[in-house]
Nanobody
């Protein structure tokens, strides 16, 4: 069993920044790719970013490239999402997910474990 707990969401003005954290427990993560997804009201869950746990490769959705940065701290089993230059369209519930593979995927169906989500609201 893997547990993922997100934190760091909140309300921020457009142009501001937030850093989300995802603390993982229950298993070693040397073979897990970690991802961030988001879901706005009435929309499907969409891929935001992913990081391969073992080789540190990163992947981003076009909509966040250049503004968001995913990183991880192996010693703390924690993944981060630094979000800069936030826009109102970034408003959503953000979810952390773990995939038992060293290969990235942008499909939420390919991820095995999910956190409970954290709300990010960007005001204009």
């Amino acid at each position: 069993q893997v547990q993922l707990v997100e934190s760091g969401g909140g309300l921020v003005q457009a142009g501001g920044s937030l850093r989300l954290s995802c603390a993982a427990s229950g298993r070693t993560f040397s073979s897990y790719t970690m991802g961030w997804f988001r879901q706005a009201p009435g929309k499907e869950r969409e891929f935001v970013a992913a990081i391969s746990w073992s080789d540190d490769n990163t992947y981003y959705a076009d909509s966040v490239k250049g503004r968001f940065t995913i990183s991880r701290d192996n010693a703390k089993n924690t993944v981060y999402l630094q979000m800069n230059s936030l826009k109102p369209e970034d408003t959503a519930v953000y979810y952390c997910a773990a995939r038992y593979s060293n290969y990235y995927s942008d499909s939420p169906y390919k991820y095995d474990y999910w956190g409970q989500g954290t709300q990010v609201t960007v005001s204009s």
